[in-house]
């Protein structure tokens, strides 16, 4: 069986699916899966028109883009993935194409419905109302002339968690809907936990004091306009802990974010690290006392899973998807969008270790159950298998 996944981007704002696509195409060649990747160049710079074998000897297809100096990097061109995927496709059995409302997607789906070619469609939170509502106009526009075709062709609407399936609201999908999460390596991560006390190392300035962290992209759904008011009611009652801020955004919201911290107080109780992978990544992980996403919108919420995995309590909004668990599991806590109730839960997590300790625990219970790469790897290959097997079948 040969697969091919198409995703927009596989690093910047599509940091966390990158992940997940990433590690499912590994495991799924471990399985026996001949499964590449093709993407662009997005955020990225020399790759353009290569061939990358990223690990787990998954070959990653790079192209470069056009008017994307003009154009917003959803919908900038990459006639070389077009040109591509017309000479190419047609030696897979089946694409499973990430996100909607980009060039990428439709160039995969328009190819894969001209040559008969089944294709599994996720829509990565698109598809939800708050989702639709951003740049209404451009969306009401794609899904007019691209998506409701695109959508009704798929063999599949991939979904990774049930309230994503419950949002939508498209009554004319008919198209079979399939749940799968995403799921991680988590070998590789608890491997993280040789790394406690290196943070300290990093920056001493944390001695003796509680880390709270937030790790994800710096973007205003992300929530820090409700976690800043939070910190600074939390400093106004205790200062035993540091905030490390760390991801990427534009530099104009950067400096938004710097100029919030400073007003706040904040100042210099907070370290912001940039984009961080690898073992610094780790390190953060390994040595966060609590983890904070309260996301206006968040489709599932890779670095949530990340730090359970490394038996990090979380602290999370109603907004991410997979709340539900965290409130199940008692992983963390799942709160309002109120800076009050954010900051009652840090304050709540700060002053009891115990209470860190059995939720970290049951987080990682969580990951396991849940969240398995293997598993997940497994569930996509018997969606594939009949995907392939009735196409066959109907043709």
Known sequence: MKVLHVIPALTGAFAGPALAVTQLCEELRNQGVAADIATTDCAVKGLSGKTIVIPGSVPAYYFGRQLNSVMPDDLALSLGLAG?????????????????????????????????????????????????????????????????????????????????????????????????????????????????????????????????????RLHPIKGLGLLIPALKILSLKRDDFVFILSGSGSLRYEKDLKKALTDAGLKKLAIPTGFVEGKIKQELLAGADIFVLPSYHENFGMAVVEAMICRVPVIITKRVNIYGLIEEYRAGFAVDLDSQDIASKLDKLLSDSQLRLEMGNNGRRLAQEHFDIKECAQGALKMYSDIIGKSKCAG
């Open 84 to 216: 591509w995927m017309k000479r190419h496709i047609r030696e897979y059995d089946l694409l499973h194409i990430h996100s909607l409302f980009t060039f990428p997607s439709t160039v995969a789906c328009y190819y894969a419905a001209k040559y008969d070619i089944p294709y599994v469609l996720r829509p990565a939170g698109m598809l939800s109302p708050f989702c639709l509502k951003q740049s209404r106009i451009k969306k009401k526009i794609f899904m007019l002339l691209f998506e409701k075709r695109n959508l009704r062709n798929a063999a599949a609407i991939h979904f990774t968690a049930e309230d994503e399936m419950r949002d939508v609201k498209l009554g004319l999908l008919n198209t079979p809907k399939i749940l799968l999460p995403h799921g991680l390596d988590q070998e590789k991560l608890k491997e993280a936990e040789n790394l406690k006390g290196e943070l300290k190392k990093r920056y001493p300035q944390i001695e003796g004091k509680k880390t709270i962290l937030f790790l994800s």
